[in-house]
């Protein structure tokens, strides 16, 4: 199983960008996906989940209205559309995906993706 994140760069306040994650060796819409993110010095924190057949989706307070989450099952892709970027943004992002199957739960992560908002 592989996520690869790609889409991150220095961008200034007010920009945008939009985070790509292509999975393989998984069957993508059994999988929630979701984005999370950590900045220098703090915790990993969930920022947005999209379910396996992408009909929900939840984001934390602080993206609310500024960011979308996404998904291409042909393309076993999920995006995020980060707009009016903060420099509070600034962290490594990752994706997940996870299902839970006869009880076990399986849970895989990106190698991560650095966002920069900087001027």
């Known amino acids: 199983v592989q996520l690869v994140e790609s889409g991150g760069g220095l961008v200034q306040p007010g920009g945008s960008l939009r985070l790509s994650c292509v999975a393989s060796?998984?069957?993508?819409?059994?999988?929630?996906m979701s984005w999370h993110r950590q900045a220098p010095g703090k915790e990993r924190e969930l920022v947005a989940t999209?379910?396996?057949?992408?009909?929900?989706?939840k984001y934390v307070d602080s993206v609310k209205g500024r960011f979308t989450v996404s998904r291409d099952d042909a393309k076993n892709t999920v995006y995020l559309q980060m707009d009016s970027l903060k420099p509070e943004d600034t962290a490594v992002y990752y994706c997940?995906?996870?299902?839970?199957?006869?009880?076990?739960?399986?849970?895989?992560w990106g190698q991560g993706t650095q966002v920069t908002v900087s001027s």
């Open positions: 060796g998984v069957t993508f819409n059994s999988y929630e």
């Open positions: 997940k995906a996870m299902r839970t199957r006869s009880g076990y739960l399986f849970s895989y």
């Open positions: 999209i379910s396996g057949i992408g009909d929900s989706t």
